[in-house]
Every structure is written in C-alpha cells, then in structure tokens.
T-cell receptor, first 114, second 116 residues
Framework: AQSVTQLDSHVSVSEGTPVLLRCNYS??????LFWYVQHPNKGLQLLLK??????LVKGINGFEAEFKKSETSFHLTKPSAHMSDAAEYFC????????????FGSGTQLTVLP | EPEVTQTPSHQVTQMGQEVILRCVPI?????FYWYRQILGQKVEFLVS????????KSEIFDDQFSVERPDGSNFTLKIRSTKLEDSAMYFC??????????????FGEGSWLTVV
C-alpha cells in the first residue's frame, strides 16, 4: 500500500524568501513521486515528477524537489517565493505495485505575503 | 499546450437525480481517470479506463457510478441517483501511457457537483 503525508496544512512566507513544503511517503515498491499545484478555480497542474532517475528534480516556475529514499521524503523547495506561487500544493505517489492510481497527500496551502 | 477539458464547471442537482459529467481528454491519450475531492478532504481515485473498459476502481466507485467513452473524444462519468455525500469536485484526467509507471497524468479543471 502507498501513502503520502504532507506535514504542513498551511505555509506562509514573505515574497522573496525561500519556500519549503514537506512531504513524506510510504510505498511498497519503487515509487514515482509528483508535485501538483492547484490555483484557485483551476485544475491540477504538474509541477515536477521523480521516476527513479536523478534524485534532484527541477520543475516549472523555479520549483525543485529532492528524493531522499533513506528519509522517505520528497520535499518541494523554491529559493524565492513570488506572489503568483500562492496556491495549494499536493504531493502525490504512484506505486508500481498498484500501477493504476495516484495517491494524494492532503495538500499544503501556500500563502505569500507582500 | 493540450489540455483536458471538463463540462460543466459547476452543477447543482437534486438528491436522487442522475448526473453526467463530461470530459474531453488530450487527443492522443489512451488512459483515462476520474478522481474526486470532497470539500476539505484529499483527492481520491475513483476509476481508471483503458481500451473501452474499466481497468481499476476504488471502493467509492459503486453501482451508482458508471463511465463511458461514447465516441472517440468524450469520456463521461454518470452518477445514477445522486446522494448528498456525492457533492464534490470531480476531476477528469488522462495520460499517454499507464500512469502507474511514472507517466504524467494530466488533469482537467474539475466539475464542481453540489447535491441538494
């Protein structure tokens, strides 16, 4: 079975400061991991994904995430937050053992303060 | 950039009524999915569909739910007799290859269903 835990339901940062959104996963097999973002009244947009290649994954809009197997973590970071980054972020795992579905975390709401 | 489109964006229906949510997946994609998100809860998998049949479904996807690909472009989710607890945002998604192998699944903007 697979699961995802997003450690913070809300994160608030000032514009221009770093962003860290934390995610831990549990998977019986080699997982694929994703971060999706949902802006208000918009769909789920893929930010980045890890599929067993490089452990440091770069995504769109300056976001990146590092897969750490020993810590079962896949934290999302960005060096400098922008107002447009305010949204809900979902960490998602896809487990080859149950190859048909994605398992979502509960989401982290990112607020960016001016 | 190609995208998954969903209609309607918002529907209000009375309890017990049938609802059909429509989706147009990305044109060269072969795998289709429905997920839902009840307000304040996680996004949950409902069903996956390939080659005109259901590949996998969750325990949520009971006999009240059905999916269909009526033509070469549309993918629909039908709820036969809606209940209050069916109120949720329903996301359609598609992928070129099997999503479980790390291939990207693309999501639509969602259809917000309110059952009254």
């Amino acid at each position: 079975a697979q699961s995802v835990t997003q450690l913070d339901s809300h994160v608030s940062v000032s514009e221009g400061t770093p962003v860290l959104l934390r995610c831990n996963y549990s998977s019986s097999y080699s997982p694929s991991l994703f971060w999706y973002v949902q802006h208000p009244n918009k769909g789920l947009q893929l930010l980045l994904k890890y599929t067993s290649a490089a452990t440091l994954v770069k995504g769109i809009n300056g976001f990146e995430a590092e897969f750490k197997k020993s810590e079962t973590s896949f934290h999302l970071t960005k060096p400098s937050a922008h107002m447009s980054d305010a949204a809900e972020y979902f960490c998602v795992v896809s487990d080859r053992g149950s190859a048909r579905q994605l398992t979502f975390g509960s989401g982290t709401q990112l607020t960016v303060l001016p | 950039e190609p995208e998954v489109t969903q209609t309607p964006s918002h529907q209000v229906t009375q309890m017990g009524q049938e609802v059909i949510l429509r989706c147009v997946p990305i044109s060269n994609h072969l795998y289709f999915y429905w997920y839902r998100q009840i307000l304040g809860q996680k996004v949950e998998f409902l069903v996956s569909f390939y080659n005109n049949e259901i590949s996998e479904k969750s325990e949520i996807f009971d006999d009240q739910f059905s999916v269909e690909r009526p033509d070469g472009s549309n993918f629909t989710l039908k709820i036969r007799s809606t209940k209050l607890e069916d109120s949720a945002m329903y996301f359609c998604a598609s992928s070129e290859a099997w999503g479980g192998s790390g291939n990207t699944i693309y999501f639509g903007e969602g259809s917000w269903l309110t059952v009254v």
